[in-house]
């Protein structure tokens, strides 16, 4: 038993010796604790930035591919550019995309704009390709306008 509180008078001596020592230096315990945990939150709001970033390359990517498919649809089929046959294909590719609800996706409107632009059409043409693939909806239209302008 004498032992026993031999060690403990000796474990409490220690870390009075080691408190005192930090204190006179300047430094206290959650000084030192302090730039652990921020680098904590600095490596979790890194991987959020990671996540936006890969988010955002994935966008371009689909409103990409809907734009290529416009173009390509638009040269094979520039005499019967039929409406269902684009839309199908267009669901083809918002499902290559992971993309569920792509008829209200504005990518897929500004990618269709982004096609119509490289696929050279203007002027009479250009709306009535927007209000045909936008089935007549002003924001989708928008949209498609906004596309054709980047």
Same mark, same amino acid.
């Given at each position: 038993?004498?032992s026993?509180?031999?060690?403990?008078?000796?474990?409490?001596?220690?870390?009075?010796?080691?408190?005192?020592?930090?204190?006179?230096?300047?430094?206290?315990? &959650?000084?030192?604790?302090?730039?652990? @945990?921020?680098?904590? *939150?600095? /490596?979790?709001?890194?991987?959020n930035? +990671?996540?936006? =970033?890969?988010?955002?390359?994935?966008?371009?990517?689909?409103?990409?591919?809907?734009?290529?498919?416009?173009?390509?649809?638009?040269?094979?089929? &520039?005499?019967q550019?039929?409406?269902? @046959?684009?839309?199908? *294909?267009? /669901?083809?590719?918002?499902?290559?995309? +992971?993309?569920? =609800?792509?008829?209200?996706?504005?990518?897929?409107?500004?990618?269709?704009?982004?096609?119509?632009?490289?696929?050279?059409?203007?002027?009479?043409?250009?709306?009535?390709?927007?209000?045909?693939?936008?089935?007549?909806?002003?924001?989708?239209?928008?949209?498609?306008?906004?596309?054709?302008?980047?």
């Open positions: 038993m004498v026993f509180l031999g060690n403990v008078k000796t474990m409490s001596l220690a870390v009075l010796g080691v408190s005192a020592a930090l204190t006179l230096s300047g430094c206290s315990i &959650s000084d030192s604790v302090g730039p652990i @945990s921020g680098s904590t *939150g600095s /490596s979790a709001s890194s991987n930035s +990671s996540e936006k =970033d890969k988010k955002a390359d994935d966008d371009n990517r689909y409103e990409n591919e809907v734009q290529d498919f416009t173009v390509t649809f638009l040269r094979t089929n &520039s005499s550019a039929n409406q269902n @046959s684009f839309m199908k *294909g267009i /669901s083809d590719v918002a499902s290559q995309n +992971s993309i569920v =609800d792509w008829e209200a996706n504005p990518q897929t409107y500004r990618g269709i704009g982004k096609g119509l632009k490289k696929a050279k059409i203007s002027g009479y043409q250009l709306e009535f390709y927007k209000k045909k693939f936008a089935n007549g909806d002003s924001g989708k239209m928008d949209d498609i306008q906004e596309g054709y302008e980047d």
